[in-house]
C-alpha cells in the first residue's frame, strides 16, 4: 500500500543557481531575481547591495537616529498645524 520514499531532492534544489535564472526567459518569475541574478547595463559595475554594506552602526547610534528623525517630525508637523 505504501511505497518507500525516493531519495534526492525534490525541484532541483541541489542544481539551483542564480547565474541560470540571470539567463532564464521567465526570470521575473523568481523572488529576488532583480539583485540576486541581475543583468542589462545598469548593473554593470554597480553595488547593488549597497543597503546591506553600512552595518557598523551601533546599537546607541541608531536608537540617537531614531530620535532625531521623530523629533524633526514633530518640528515638521508642529510648523504645518
Known sequence: MFEPV????????AEFKWS???QDKDR?????HSIN???GRW??????HW???DAK????????????????EA???AAAL
Open 6 to 13: 525516493r531519495g534526492g531532492t525534490r525541484g532541483g534544489q
Open 20 to 22: 541560470d535564472v540571470a
Open 28 to 32: 521575473e518569475n523568481y523572488l529576488g
Open 37 to 39: 541574478a541581475p543583468t
Open 43 to 48: 548593473q554593470k559595475n554597480k553595488d547593488i
Open 51 to 53: 543597503y546591506q554594506r
Open 57 to 72: 552602526q551601533t546599537e546607541a547610534e541608531r536608537q540617537e537616529e531614531i530620535r532625531r528623525i521623530k523629533e524633526a
Open 75 to 77: 518640528e515638521a508637523i
